[in-house]
Protein backbone atom coordinates (compact mmCIF):
# COMPACT_ATOMS: atom_id res chain seq x y z
CA UNK A 1 0.00 0.00 0.00
CA UNK A 2 2.76 2.58 0.74
CA UNK A 3 4.31 2.25 -1.91
CA UNK A 4 2.08 2.29 -4.33
CA UNK A 5 0.68 5.31 -2.88
CA UNK A 6 4.02 6.88 -3.90
CA UNK A 7 4.40 5.59 -7.58
CA UNK A 8 0.63 6.72 -7.83
CA UNK A 9 1.76 9.90 -6.61
CA UNK A 10 4.40 10.26 -8.73
CA UNK A 11 2.73 9.51 -12.15
CA UNK A 12 0.02 12.27 -10.84
CA UNK A 13 2.90 14.74 -10.57
CA UNK A 14 4.33 14.18 -13.79
CA UNK A 15 1.10 14.40 -15.56
CA UNK A 16 0.20 18.11 -13.93
CA UNK A 17 3.75 19.56 -14.53
CA UNK A 18 3.54 18.28 -18.04
CA UNK A 19 0.21 19.69 -18.00
CA UNK A 20 1.21 22.92 -16.28
CA UNK A 21 4.02 23.46 -19.24
CA UNK A 22 1.96 22.47 -21.83
CA UNK A 23 -0.45 25.46 -20.10
CA UNK A 24 2.10 27.98 -20.56
CA UNK A 25 2.83 27.09 -24.25
CA UNK A 26 -0.98 27.35 -25.00
CA UNK A 27 -1.95 30.58 -23.60
CA UNK A 28 2.09 32.20 -25.37
CA UNK A 29 0.49 30.86 -28.18
CA UNK A 30 -3.17 32.34 -28.08
CA UNK A 31 -1.48 36.33 -26.94
CA UNK A 32 0.40 35.70 -30.21
CA UNK A 33 -2.53 34.85 -32.59
CA UNK A 34 -4.56 37.36 -30.50
CA UNK A 35 -1.68 40.61 -31.18
CA UNK A 36 1.00 39.52 -33.63
CA UNK A 37 -0.89 36.97 -35.97
CA UNK A 38 1.56 34.26 -35.11
CA UNK A 39 0.95 31.48 -32.63
CA UNK A 40 4.44 30.18 -32.92
CA UNK A 41 5.44 33.68 -31.67
CA UNK A 42 3.38 34.14 -28.73
CA UNK A 43 4.54 30.14 -27.45
CA UNK A 44 8.62 31.31 -28.28
CA UNK A 45 7.40 34.28 -25.74
CA UNK A 46 6.35 32.17 -23.25
CA UNK A 47 9.29 29.69 -23.49
CA UNK A 48 11.70 32.40 -23.13
CA UNK A 49 9.62 34.49 -19.98
CA UNK A 50 9.04 31.32 -18.12
CA UNK A 51 12.53 30.15 -18.37
CA UNK A 52 13.76 33.61 -17.58
CA UNK A 53 11.27 33.68 -14.44
CA UNK A 54 12.16 30.32 -13.49
CA UNK A 55 15.57 31.08 -13.17
CA UNK A 56 15.13 34.13 -11.17
CA UNK A 57 13.21 32.63 -8.90
CA UNK A 58 14.64 29.16 -8.24
CA UNK A 59 18.22 31.03 -7.66
CA UNK A 60 16.47 33.06 -4.78
CA UNK A 61 13.72 30.92 -3.41
CA UNK A 62 15.37 30.47 0.04
CA UNK A 63 15.93 33.94 0.58
CA UNK A 64 12.82 35.22 -0.42
CA UNK A 65 10.07 32.44 1.29
CA UNK A 66 12.33 33.15 4.52
CA UNK A 67 12.28 36.56 4.71
CA UNK A 68 8.63 36.83 3.69
CA UNK A 69 7.88 34.56 6.65
CA UNK A 70 10.05 35.90 8.96
CA UNK A 71 12.34 32.78 9.57
CA UNK A 72 15.11 33.20 11.84
CA UNK A 73 17.76 30.89 10.96
CA UNK A 74 19.10 28.76 13.68
CA UNK A 75 23.07 27.89 13.30
CA UNK A 76 24.28 26.15 16.22
CA UNK A 77 22.78 22.74 18.07
CA UNK A 78 22.83 24.67 21.34
CA UNK A 79 20.03 27.20 20.11
CA UNK A 80 17.59 23.99 19.66
CA UNK A 81 18.74 20.54 20.58
CA UNK A 82 15.97 18.63 20.19
CA UNK A 83 15.19 19.79 16.79
CA UNK A 84 18.89 19.73 15.63
CA UNK A 85 19.32 16.17 16.66
CA UNK A 86 16.02 15.07 14.68
CA UNK A 87 16.81 16.64 11.86
CA UNK A 88 20.14 15.94 11.86
CA UNK A 89 19.22 12.02 12.34
CA UNK A 90 16.47 12.49 9.45
CA UNK A 91 19.06 13.62 7.46
CA UNK A 92 20.68 11.00 7.03
CA UNK A 93 18.14 8.30 7.10
CA UNK A 94 16.53 10.00 3.63
CA UNK A 95 20.53 10.67 2.73
CA UNK A 96 19.85 14.25 1.91
CA UNK A 97 22.91 16.49 2.79
CA UNK A 98 21.78 18.29 6.73
CA UNK A 99 19.32 21.78 5.57
CA UNK A 100 19.13 25.13 7.05
CA UNK A 101 17.22 25.46 9.86
CA UNK A 102 15.08 28.19 10.46
CA UNK A 103 12.20 28.90 13.02
CA UNK A 104 9.56 31.84 12.91
CA UNK A 105 8.13 33.17 15.97
CA UNK A 106 4.48 32.62 16.11
CA UNK A 107 2.23 30.04 18.88
CA UNK A 108 0.38 27.91 15.98
CA UNK A 109 2.01 25.00 15.46
CA UNK A 110 3.34 24.19 11.52
CA UNK A 111 6.45 23.94 9.55
CA UNK A 112 7.67 23.83 6.02
CA UNK A 113 10.29 23.31 3.54
CA UNK A 114 11.73 25.33 0.37
CA UNK A 115 15.50 25.23 -1.66
CA UNK A 116 16.03 24.93 -5.06
CA UNK A 117 17.51 21.66 -4.85
CA UNK A 118 18.37 19.34 -1.61
CA UNK A 119 22.37 20.57 -0.77
CA UNK A 120 20.61 24.21 -0.56
CA UNK A 121 17.24 22.93 1.04
CA UNK A 122 16.20 24.90 4.25
CA UNK A 123 13.56 23.80 6.57
CA UNK A 124 11.78 26.12 8.77
CA UNK A 125 9.68 25.39 12.11
CA UNK A 126 7.03 27.53 14.15
CA UNK A 127 8.04 28.09 17.98
CA UNK A 128 4.76 26.81 18.13
CA UNK A 129 5.50 23.64 16.99
CA UNK A 130 7.93 22.75 19.02
CA UNK A 131 5.63 23.75 22.57
CA UNK A 132 3.38 21.28 21.59
CA UNK A 133 4.77 18.37 19.93
CA UNK A 134 6.72 15.72 21.40
CA UNK A 135 9.68 13.81 19.71
CA UNK A 136 7.79 11.29 18.00
CA UNK A 137 5.37 14.22 16.86
CA UNK A 138 8.20 16.20 16.00
CA UNK A 139 9.84 13.64 13.78
CA UNK A 140 6.41 12.57 11.93
CA UNK A 141 6.75 15.97 10.93
CA UNK A 142 10.49 16.67 9.88
CA UNK A 143 10.51 13.66 8.34
CA UNK A 144 7.33 15.10 6.08
CA UNK A 145 9.66 17.74 5.52
CA UNK A 146 12.93 16.08 4.65
CA UNK A 147 10.65 13.93 2.10
CA UNK A 148 9.38 17.02 0.17
CA UNK A 149 13.27 17.78 0.11
CA UNK A 150 14.30 14.32 -0.91
CA UNK A 151 11.28 14.29 -3.15
CA UNK A 152 12.18 16.93 -5.08
CA UNK A 153 8.60 18.66 -4.01
CA UNK A 154 11.13 21.87 -2.99
CA UNK A 155 12.05 22.75 -6.41
CA UNK A 156 8.86 21.53 -7.82
CA UNK A 157 6.61 24.07 -5.61
CA UNK A 158 8.87 26.82 -6.82
CA UNK A 159 8.56 26.06 -10.61
CA UNK A 160 4.76 25.70 -10.18
CA UNK A 161 4.66 28.97 -8.90
CA UNK A 162 6.82 30.70 -11.10
CA UNK A 163 4.53 29.24 -13.91
CA UNK A 164 1.56 30.66 -12.39
CA UNK A 165 2.55 33.88 -12.39
CA UNK A 166 4.35 33.47 -15.70
CA UNK A 167 0.87 32.52 -16.96
CA UNK A 168 -1.06 35.84 -15.07
CA UNK A 169 2.35 37.88 -16.68
CA UNK A 170 1.00 36.64 -20.17
CA UNK A 171 -2.54 36.98 -19.53
CA UNK A 172 -1.88 40.59 -18.33
CA UNK A 173 0.41 41.39 -21.17
CA UNK A 174 -1.79 39.84 -23.63
CA UNK A 175 -5.06 41.48 -22.98
CA UNK A 176 -3.53 45.16 -21.92
CA UNK A 177 -2.01 44.85 -25.91
CA UNK A 178 -4.90 43.94 -27.06
CA UNK A 179 -6.94 46.75 -25.98
CA UNK A 180 -4.38 49.06 -26.31
CA UNK A 181 -3.29 48.50 -30.10
CA UNK A 182 -2.76 45.14 -30.76
CA UNK A 183 -5.29 42.67 -32.64
CA UNK A 184 -3.58 42.15 -36.17
CA UNK A 185 -6.04 39.54 -36.89
CA UNK A 186 -8.72 41.35 -35.54
CA UNK A 187 -7.96 44.10 -38.27
CA UNK A 188 -6.89 41.98 -40.85
CA UNK A 189 -9.41 39.17 -41.01
CA UNK A 190 -12.94 41.03 -40.09
CA UNK A 191 -14.34 38.84 -42.80
CA UNK A 192 -12.28 35.73 -41.85
CA UNK A 193 -15.20 33.30 -40.13
CA UNK A 194 -12.08 30.80 -38.80
CA UNK A 195 -10.63 33.56 -37.78
CA UNK A 196 -12.94 34.94 -35.71
CA UNK A 197 -13.65 31.55 -33.91
CA UNK A 198 -9.71 30.83 -33.20
CA UNK A 199 -9.66 35.09 -31.55
CA UNK A 200 -12.57 34.25 -29.73
CA UNK A 201 -10.99 30.67 -28.25
CA UNK A 202 -7.55 32.90 -27.80
CA UNK A 203 -9.71 35.66 -25.63
CA UNK A 204 -10.88 33.34 -23.29
CA UNK A 205 -8.12 30.83 -22.90
CA UNK A 206 -6.42 34.47 -22.00
CA UNK A 207 -9.46 35.45 -19.39
CA UNK A 208 -9.26 31.91 -17.64
CA UNK A 209 -5.67 30.77 -17.75
CA UNK A 210 -4.83 32.62 -14.41
CA UNK A 211 -7.61 30.08 -12.80
CA UNK A 212 -6.60 27.49 -14.59
CA UNK A 213 -2.94 27.92 -13.41
CA UNK A 214 -3.64 28.46 -9.89
CA UNK A 215 -5.79 25.32 -9.98
CA UNK A 216 -3.27 23.48 -11.39
CA UNK A 217 -0.86 24.69 -9.35
CA UNK A 218 -2.79 23.75 -5.92
CA UNK A 219 -4.13 20.29 -7.01
CA UNK A 220 0.52 19.63 -7.37
CA UNK A 221 0.64 20.79 -4.00
CA UNK A 222 -2.23 18.83 -2.76
CA UNK A 223 -1.00 15.47 -4.53
CA UNK A 224 3.17 16.33 -2.91
CA UNK A 225 1.18 16.51 0.46
CA UNK A 226 0.01 13.33 0.08
CA UNK A 227 3.38 11.95 -0.83
CA UNK A 228 5.40 13.35 1.62
CA UNK A 229 3.13 11.80 4.16
CA UNK A 230 3.74 8.50 2.55
CA UNK A 231 7.48 9.03 2.13
CA UNK A 232 7.81 10.28 5.93
CA UNK A 233 5.93 6.66 7.04
CA UNK A 234 8.69 5.26 4.75
CA UNK A 235 11.45 6.79 6.64
CA UNK A 236 10.46 6.93 10.62
CA UNK A 237 8.49 3.51 9.75
CA UNK A 238 6.07 5.29 12.42
CA UNK A 239 2.60 6.30 11.44
CA UNK A 240 0.99 7.16 14.64
CA UNK A 241 3.87 9.90 15.01
CA UNK A 242 2.36 11.93 11.98
CA UNK A 243 -0.84 11.31 13.15
CA UNK A 244 -0.67 12.41 15.96
CA UNK A 245 1.45 15.40 15.12
CA UNK A 246 -1.49 16.40 12.17
CA UNK A 247 -4.04 16.04 14.86
CA UNK A 248 -2.63 18.61 17.10
CA UNK A 249 -1.76 20.84 13.75
CA UNK A 250 -5.01 20.72 12.82
CA UNK A 251 -6.06 21.62 16.36
CA UNK A 252 -4.77 24.86 16.46
CA UNK A 253 -5.22 28.77 15.70
CA UNK A 254 -4.40 30.44 12.61
CA UNK A 255 -0.68 31.96 12.43
CA UNK A 256 -0.57 35.36 12.72
CA UNK A 257 2.28 36.50 10.24
CA UNK A 258 2.49 33.68 7.51
CA UNK A 259 3.17 34.68 3.64
CA UNK A 260 -0.44 34.33 1.73
CA UNK A 261 2.01 32.67 -1.33
CA UNK A 262 3.79 30.44 0.77
CA UNK A 263 0.76 28.99 2.23
CA UNK A 264 1.18 25.89 0.25
CA UNK A 265 4.74 25.36 1.08
CA UNK A 266 3.35 24.49 4.97
CA UNK A 267 2.60 20.89 6.39
CA UNK A 268 -0.84 22.31 7.07
CA UNK A 269 -2.83 25.46 5.55
CA UNK A 270 -1.27 28.58 8.23
CA UNK A 271 -4.34 30.48 7.87
CA UNK A 272 -6.89 27.43 9.02
CA UNK A 273 -9.77 28.86 6.54
CA UNK A 274 -12.17 26.16 6.16
CA UNK A 275 -12.51 22.27 6.57
CA UNK A 276 -14.33 21.16 3.43
CA UNK A 277 -12.74 19.81 0.41
CA UNK A 278 -12.19 21.96 -2.95
CA UNK A 279 -10.69 22.75 -5.76
CA UNK A 280 -8.68 26.12 -4.57
CA UNK A 281 -7.52 23.99 -1.07
CA UNK A 282 -3.73 24.48 -0.76
CA UNK A 283 -3.88 21.09 0.78
CA UNK A 284 -6.25 17.73 1.11
CA UNK A 285 -8.06 17.44 4.74
CA UNK A 286 -6.45 16.63 7.79
CA UNK A 287 -8.78 13.78 7.69
CA UNK A 288 -8.06 12.44 4.57
CA UNK A 289 -4.41 12.15 5.28
CA UNK A 290 -4.94 10.47 8.38
CA UNK A 291 -7.31 7.89 6.53
CA UNK A 292 -4.79 7.17 4.22
CA UNK A 293 -2.01 7.01 6.99
CA UNK A 294 -3.62 4.72 8.90
CA UNK A 295 -3.95 2.31 5.92
CA UNK A 296 -0.59 2.07 6.00
Given at each position: ??????????????????????????????????????????????????????????????????????????????????????????????????????????????????????????VAVT?????????????????????????????????????????????????RMLW????????NNKN?????????????????????????????????????????????????????????????????????????????????????????????????????????
Amino acid sequence: MLFQQIEQNKRKTILLMVGFFVLVLIIGGAVGYLNFSSARAGILLAAIVAAGYMGLTISNSTNIVMSLNNGKEITSKEQYPLLWNVVEELALISKVPMPKIYVIEDASPNAFATGNAPDKAAVAVTTGIMERLNREELEGVMAHELSHIRNYDIRLSTIALALTAVIALLANMGTRMLWFGGGGRRKNNKNDTGGLIFMVISLVLIILAPLAATLVQLALSRNREYLADASAVELTRNPQGLISALTKISDSPPMKKADPTSAALYIDNPFKKKKSSSLMDTHPSIEARIERLEEM
